[in-house]
């Protein structure tokens, strides 16, 4: 038996949250699995549609904590099948008292602490005593090991996705209509903060609307960002080329991303804020869309430069403009796009899965 430990879990929506679902989804396949997950509204009707038990976990952040961690060292200690437990964050391990096999993903922005201080102290007294350590990425593996972390206790495993099904036809016509039919779309899904680097973005296609006038770009998300964005958008008179949008039909979403040319997300390192992976580049890659990411962080697991996309430094404005230049010229985007999504299916949870089964 399989004990998963998570903060993150639906249906709650987001990257995260998608991850652990998968990873739950693909381990109750192999064995039988138990979730110690934490209270969201509504979770009761999902909770019935899975194959395995979810026990969920409310109060207030700092108590739900504790009681979280009483109620799973108990649960270990009324249950000897359990095997392994593997853990969405180092904090989910931080209380567990078990000489039980496990495994806690890593994912760079919760261990990105400076190297000696307290917070760094508590990550390496967590991931030092695993048995096994799962980066997300090269990128953090190699950042895990600066700030101190056993290398040998490291493995690499992409976050999977799940094999997409076919857009229905309302949604993608519902696409065009907010396309206005116009040519040259980019697109980002992610939420509007100063990480995902949108500003920079909407600079550059002030620029390349010179160039292409025909040019559009969909943001879809939420975040404390949004209306420093919107103005934005205002000061440089781009609210015919830029379209915000939030809270739509996950149906849509993939509609919009499947009409639009290429997904573009050059992220920066802002703070201690980083992008472990970069889900959102595979999940573009399927419907056959190439993206650009930034050079900082693990963009560069997800997209093969110069085949499946292009990494740009998204710290420079003008590496963001002629990265998106470069893939409009001569339909380039096109032949990009096809090997995206050749190369998204090695990210699949069948594949993925197989990787956690060399340390289960």
């Not at 900082?296 to 430069?305: K, R």
Request: glycine share 6%; charged share 30%; aromatic share 8%.
């Amino acid at each position: 038996m399989y004990l998963v430990i998570t903060r993150t879990f639906p249906p709650e929506l987001g990257g995260m949250q998608n991850l652990m679902w998968g990873l739950a989804r693909s381990l109750s396949k192999l064995n039988l699995i138990k979730v110690f997950a934490d209270y969201h509204e509504n979770h009761e009707e999902f909770d019935k549609s899975v194959s395995f038990s979810i026990e969920r976990v409310s109060g207030m952040k700092l108590i739900r904590k504790y009681r979280k961690s009483y109620m799973i060292n108990d649960y270990l200690e009324q249950n000897n099948k359990v095997q392994c437990i593997i853990a969405d964050h180092w904090k989910s391990l931080e209380l567990i008292k078990t000489n039980k096999k496990k495994i806690c993903l890593i994912h760079s922005k919760e261990i990105n602490h400076p190297k000696g201080s307290s917070l760094n102290k508590k990550v390496l007294s967590v991931l030092n005593n695993v048995d096994h350590i799962v980066a997300n990425s090269n990128y953090t593996k190699n950042l895990a090991i600066d700030l101190g972390v056993e290398e040998k206790k490291i493995i690499i495993i992409n976050p999977g996705i799940d094999q997409v099904s076919e857009v229905p036809e309302k949604y993608l016509n519902e696409a065009e209509e907010i396309l206005k039919g116009k040519k040259y779309r980019i697109i980002t899904v992610s939420r509007f903060d100063k990480r995902k680097n949108h500003e920079k973005v909407i600079m550059a296609v002030r620029n390349l609307k010179e160039i292409y006038p025909e040019i559009v770009y969909t943001c879809i998300g939420y975040g404390e960002e949004e209306e420093k964005l919107k103005k934005l958008v205002i000061e440089l008179k781009l609210e015919e080329q830029v379209t915000f949008l939030k809270n739509i039909p996950s149906d849509l979403k993939n509609a919009l991303i499947s009409k639009s040319d290429i997904f573009v997300m050059p992220s920066i390192i802002y703070k201690k804020s980083v992008e472990g992976f970069g889900i959102a580049y595979v999940e573009a890659a399927q419907y056959g869309i190439p993206s650009i990411g930034g050079k900082d962080g693990g963009a560069s697991d997800a997209i093969i430069h110069e085949k499946t996309g292009l990494i740009c430094d998204g710290n420079k404005l003008d590496d963001i403009y002629s990265s998106i230049d470069n893939l409009f010229k001569n339909n380039k985007y096109l032949e990009y796009g096809k090997e995206a999504k050749i190369n998204a299916k090695n990210f699949l949870w069948d594949k993925a899965i197989e990787k956690y089964k060399r340390i289960l």
